[in-house]
C-alpha cells in the first residue's frame, strides 16, 4: 500500500470551533497497470497532441478548453479565464447541518475523503465524531477543492471522520421505464418464496469476505502467458449453465433457489405450500365420504345377516323368529 499523502490542509468549521484537519484520499485503485502496444510486434504507442489536419504538435500550456454556449457558439476558455471564476477559495469545510443518516440516499454518494486532526490536541476532533455517532446524523458540508465547490456528507468510518462528496441532484438521473407504468400481477405464494430466499441469504457484511474475481483472472491470464501455458482450460460449466436457464417458472425457480440454499425458511414454504395445495383435496374426500354413507349402513345391516346366519343353537333360530315377527308388527299397526 502506497504511503498516504494529505492533498488538502483546511479547518472544519462547526459552529464556532474550528477543527484543523488535513485530508486524505481514502480509496486507491488495485487495477494492474497496462499500457498500450502494436499488438503484432509490442511495439509502444505514444499519443501526440496535434493541430486537426496537421502534423503540428501543441505544447500542454497553449491547450484551452472549448464550451458551446446555449446559443450554439463555440467559446474558448483558457486556464487563465478559468482561475478568474469567483469561487470561494477558503481552506475551510463549513458544516451546514445534520440531518438523519438515512435521509441521504446511497446513490448520491461520489468520492470520500479521510480526515485527520492537524493541531497538537485532538480533543475538539473526537469530539465531534464521538457525537456524530451517538445523533446517527450526517453532516452535510460545503468546501472548495481544486477550484470547483463541493457539498459532501461528514460522518465516521472506523473512528475516523470521513467527508464523502456527494453528487448534484441535476448529476443523478431518474429512472423512465416502461414497465414501471405497467401493473405488474405478483402472486403471494411468489413474494412469500421471494422473502424465504432473502431469509435464507441474510448475512452480515464483511467486506473482506469478496475480492477482486477480475483482477485474480487477469493476473492468472498474464502469468500463464508469460510462461506459454493456457491460463483457463475448458470445462463443463456451460451445460450447467442450460440446464439452469431451462427453468421457465418464475416461482420453480425461487423455490429450487431456497432448497439450493437449504435454508430452514424453505421447509416452512414448502409446506405452506402443500398443505395449500392439499386443501381441496381433503374437501372431495370429505364430500366423497358423505356420499358412501348410506352405503355403509348397507354394509352395516348385511355384516349382521352374515353375522346372525354364521351363529350355532339358538342364537340362529332366535334371530330368525325375530326377523319373521317384523313383518307380523307392521300387519298389525295397519289393521289398527
Do not use: C
Not at 16 to 40: C, F, G, I, M, W
Not at 75 to 99: G, M, N, R
Not at 194 to 207: H, N, R, V
Not at 320 to 332: G, H, I, L, W
Amino acid at each position: 500500500m502506497a504511503l498516504m499523502r494529505s492533498i488538502w490542509k483546511g479547518d472544519l468549521s462547526f459552529g464556532l470551533v474550528n477543527v484543523p484537519v488535513k485530508v486524505y484520499s481514502a480509496t486507491e485503485s488495485h487495477d494492474r497497470k497496462s499500457y498500450q502496444v502494436d499488438s503484432s510486434d509490442g511495439t509502444r504507442i505514444r499519443y501526440r497532441r496535434v493541430r486537426e489536419g496537421t502534423d503540428t504538435e501543441v505544447d500542454y500550456g497553449d491547450i484551452a478548453n472549448a464550451y458551446e454556449s446555449e446559443s450554439g457558439e463555440t467559446v474558448i476558455l483558457t486556464k487563465e479565464d478559468l482561475a478568474s471564476l469567483p469561487v470561494q477559495k477558503s481552506p475551510e469545510i463549513s458544516i451546514l447541518e445534520f440531518v438523519p443518516a438515512e435521509q441521504v440516499d446511497p446513490i448520491y454518494f461520489d468520492k470520500p475523503y479521510y480526515l485527520e486532526p492537524s493541531s497538537k490536541s485532538p480533543k475538539a476532533y473526537v469530539l465531534l465524531a464521538k457525537a456524530l455517532e451517538e445523533t446517527d446524523r450526517l453532516a452535510i458540508a460545503s468546501f472548495t477543492l481544486r477550484n470547483r465547490t463541493r457539498v459532501a456528507a461528514l460522518r465516521v468510518v472506523d473512528g475516523v471522520m470521513t467527508l464523502q462528496t456527494l453528487l448534484w441532484p441535476d448529476e443523478v438521473r431518474k429512472p423512465d421505464f416502461g414497465f414501471l407504468d405497467d401493473d405488474t400481477e405478483i402472486r403471494d405464494q411468489e413474494l412469500q418464496m421471494a422473502a424465504s430466499l432473502i431469509e435464507s441469504m441474510a448475512s452480515d457484511y464483511d467486506p473482506s469476505e469478496f475480492e477482486d474475481t477480475y483482477q485474480n483472472e487477469l493476473t492468472k491470464l498474464i502469468e500463464a502467458k508469460s510462461e506459454g501455458g493456457e491460463a483457463f482450460p475448458e470445462s463443463d460449466d456451460e451445460d450447467k449453465d442450460t440446464e439452469d436457464s431451462d427453468v421457465a417458472d418464475l416461482l420453480a425457480a425461487l423455490r429450487a433457489s431456497v432448497k439450493d440454499r437449504g435454508g430452514s425458511d424453505s421447509k416452512d414454504s414448502d409446506s405452506k405450500d402443500t398443505a395449500a395445495k392439499k386443501a381441496p383435496a381433503k374437501k372431495a374426500a370429505a364430500k366423497t365420504t358423505a356420499k358412501k354413507a348410506p352405503a355403509k349402513k348397507t354394509a352395516s345391516r348385511s355384516t349382521a345377516k352374515k353375522t346372525s346366519s354364521g351363529s350355532s343353537g339358538s342364537g340362529e333360530s332366535g334371530s330368525k323368529s325375530t326377523a319373521k315377527k317384523a313383518p307380523a308388527k307392521k300387519s298389525s299397526r295397519k289393521a289398527s
